[in-house]
Antibody, heavy 118, light 109 residues
Framework: EVQLVESGGGLVQPGGSLRLSCAAS????????MHWVRQATGKGLEWVSA???????YYPGSVKGRFTISRENAKNSLYLQMNSLRAGDTAVYYCARSESIAAPLSPWGQGTLVTVSS | SYVLTQPPSVSVAPGKTARITCGGNNIGSKSVHWYQQKPGQAPVLVIYYDSDRPSGIPERFSGSNSGNTATLTISRVEAGDEADYYCQVWDSSSDHPRVFGGGTKLTVL
């Protein structure tokens, strides 16, 4: 069974940093592009970052320069390093898989909650 | 960046057909994907590349895309279909290429 399990969320002060992890199982992790998508409480979905099989990375302007996506294929793991966090970054963060950078996302993990507050 | 517009809510009686629209400039030239999200759960892909259905998704779910509107159609709606639905495209010319619509809450009356 394909499974994605996020961890690392929690409460962090504005300006602080946090590193999220996503453990993958049930498929050949190194063969897939991976993504982070976030959702603030009661709000819609927002794509946060992507990483290709070759390590190429993609970010929207809202997080570029603050967030860094990375992967460790030997550990079947995806990461999101988040720096200079703001209240607006408060959300549930999901990791998801795709067959190419522009392909649909499936499946998604269950998410991990990040709260930025003093 | 590219904008996708969905109605905030759609209501339908059980057994009837629900249509959820997703508007965007010349969206017919892009591939549209649809996700279903039930309360407290992660999104699930229900339609991809406009009209393909992943394994395990009922045939009641279908999609179309033309001109400035993509549509997710759910036939013979069941109570279990009540959820938020999001459309999504990839706009390669944008600095925010993976774009989601604002979501539509489907209520089964």
């Amino acid at each position: 069974e394909v499974q994605l399990v996020e961890s690392g969320g929690g409460l962090v002060q504005p300006g602080g940093s946090l590193r999220l992890s996503c453990a993958a199982s049930g498929f050949t992790f190194s063969s897939y592009d991976m993504h982070w998508v976030r959702q603030a409480t009661g709000k819609g979905l927002e794509w946060v970052s992507a990483i290709g099989t070759a390590g190429d990375t993609y970010y929207p302007g809202s997080v570029k320069g603050r967030f860094t996506i990375s992967r460790e294929n030997a550990k079947n793991s995806l990461y999101l390093q988040m720096n200079s966090l703001r209240a607006g970054d408060t959300a549930v963060y999901y990791c998801a898989r795709s067959e190419s950078i522009a392909a649909p996302l499936s499946p998604w993990g269950q998410g991990t909650l990040v709260t930025v507050s003093s | 960046s590219y904008v996708l517009t969905q109605p905030p809510s759609v209501s339908v009686a059980p057994g009837k057909t629900a249509r959820i629209t997703c508007g965007g400039n010349n969206i017919g030239s892009k591939s549209v994907h649809w996700y279903q999200q039930k309360p407290g759960q992660a999104p699930v892909l229900v339609i991809y590349y406009d009209s393909d259905r992943p394994s395990g998704i009922p045939e009641r779910f279908s999609g179309s895309n033309s001109g400035n509107t993509a549509t997710l159609t759910i036939s013979r709606v069941e109570a279990g279909d009540e959820a938020d639905y999001y459309c999504q495209v990839w706009d390669s010319s944008s600095d925010h290429p993976r774009v989601f619509g604002g979501g539509t809450k489907l209520t089964v009356l």
